[in-house]
């Protein structure tokens, strides 16, 4: 499968334990974006990756919320000291961005299958 | 926070009818794709149309996009029960690092 992949897929957890969830992206993607979606609403931008560098973190992401991108290719996101409001799925996302594609207005984003969270 | 918005929220049609679902947007955008989301699981890629398009087909869908209206429209054609989902749109804001911004969705319910 070439898809972006998702681990673990459900995460159950008390309130204030640390939680960590990997993303695979589409191997020749250079971008990798984190969304966190809470029920009846779209997902919402947290952070993304342009190979290892983190770019732009979103304001919903506080400071227990941690990401990664080690080597440009699998990224982690760690909650620290969960919280009952952290409850939410979250997606990770890939996609291919050259100079070429910015400038004929972008290019698809694919998404893993999510992580679904839930603190007790 | 939410750029766009669906309408309608939900929508329930019989087999085989055609479903129309619409997004509104408030800034310039790069491109605007939308989205399929099956009950709990992950997004599924529909289709992407670019600013500079008007019109985009793929198979049973076709998607509209009027950016001095700042409005996409997707038709599902024939729809089927496997159609039944929630489909979001989401935007591809100029100068956001293609960072996407999602509607809250049609749910729409196919029935036999």
């Known amino acids: 499968d070439t898809g972006v992949s998702q681990d673990p897929r459900h995460k159950i957890t008390k309130r204030g334990q640390n939680v960590t969830f990997r993303c695979d992206p589409i191997?020749?993607?250079?971008?990798l974006y984190w969304y966190r979606q809470t029920l009846g609403q779209g997902p919402e931008f947290l952070t993304y990756f342009q190979n290892e560098a983190q770019l732009e973190k979103s304001r919903l992401l506080s400071d227990r919320f941690s990401a990664e991108r080690p080597k440009g290719s699998f990224s982690t996101l760690e909650i620290q000291r969960t919280e009952q409001g952290d409850s939410a799925m979250y997606l990770c996302a890939s996609s291919l961005v050259t100079d070429s594609l910015d400038l004929t207005g972008g290019n698809e984003q694919f998404f893993g299958p999510g992580t679904r969270l839930t603190v007790l | 926070s939410q750029q766009g918005e669906e309408d309608p929220q939900a929508l329930s049609i019989q087999e085989g009818e055609n479903a129309t679902m619409n997004c509104s947007y408030k800034?310039?955008?790069?491109?605007l794709q939308w989205y399929r989301q099956n009950s709990g699981r992950g997004l599924v890629h529909l289709i992407l149309?670019?600013?500079?398009?008007r019109e985009k087909h793929s198979g049973r869908l076709r998607v509209t996009l009027d950016t001095s209206k700042k409005s996409s429209s997707l038709l599902i054609t024939a729809s089927r029960a496997a159609d039944t989902a929630s489909y979001f749109c989401a935007t591809d804001a100029t100068g956001t690092a293609s960072k996407l911004t999602f509607g809250t969705g049609t749910r729409l319910q196919v029935t036999l």
């Open positions: 191997s020749e993607h250079n971008r």
């Open positions: 800034t310039s955008i790069n491109n």
């Open positions: 149309i670019r600013s500079n398009e």
